[in-house]
């Protein structure tokens, strides 16, 4: 049986900053919150769309350059179109594939945005970005306590 919520991370850790995502899911999944699993990986794909079914609610946790500080959300909702390709698809991407491969209500969808500002190949994870994913992290913790609508 699958965990009713999802909270799914991407990004490189090679890419300093765009290591938001998956470290993200780590330190969340250290602290062991009940109903919940983890998943990360470089980018959205279209088989991740399987990942999607049989959830009440998804959290997607990625890096960015233009997030407010420390962080923003959103909802997601299916985009209108399926996807042309089938690598580094948006959540609102594999939102729709989910679609079409289960029928029923989608689950509630989430994307937290978590400001970053180095994303050089090999550079560290900046102190400001560690600074924003903590924010991020005590964000989280009230989002997982609320109920889904």
């Known amino acids: 049986m699958k965990a009713p919520t999802l909270v799914f991370g991407w990004g490189n850790r090679s890419r300093g900053d765009d ?3 998956p470290l993200f ?6 602290t062991r919150p009940a109903g919940v699993e983890g998943l990360d990986d470089y980018q959205l794909q279209v088989e991740h769309a399987l990942d999607l079914v049989g959830r009440r ?24 179109q399926a996807p ?6 948006a959540p609102a991407a594999l939102l729709r594939v989910r679609l079409q491969i289960e029928a029923g209500a989608a689950p ?20 400001a970005a560690l600074a ?11 989002w997982l306590a609320r109920e889904p609508a």
């Not at 899911?25 to 250290?30: D, G, I, N, S, W």
């Not at 609610?57 to 997030?67: C, Q």
């Not at 042309?84 to 698809?89: D, E, Q, R, V």
Request: glycine content about 6%.
């Open 19 to 21: 290591a938001l995502g």
């Open 25 to 30: 899911v780590e330190r969340l999944l250290a």
């Open 57 to 80: 609610r998804v959290l997607f946790v990625d890096a960015s350059r233009v997030a407010l500080s420390p962080f923003e959300t959103s909802a997601v909702e299916p985009a209108a």
């Open 84 to 89: 042309a390709g089938s690598h580094a698809l």
């Open 108 to 127: 509630a969808c989430t994307l937290l945005a978590i400001r970053g500002q180095d994303f050089a190949l090999g550079a560290p994870t900046t102190a």
């Open 132 to 142: 924003h994913l903590d924010a991020a992290l005590a964000w989280a913790q009230s």
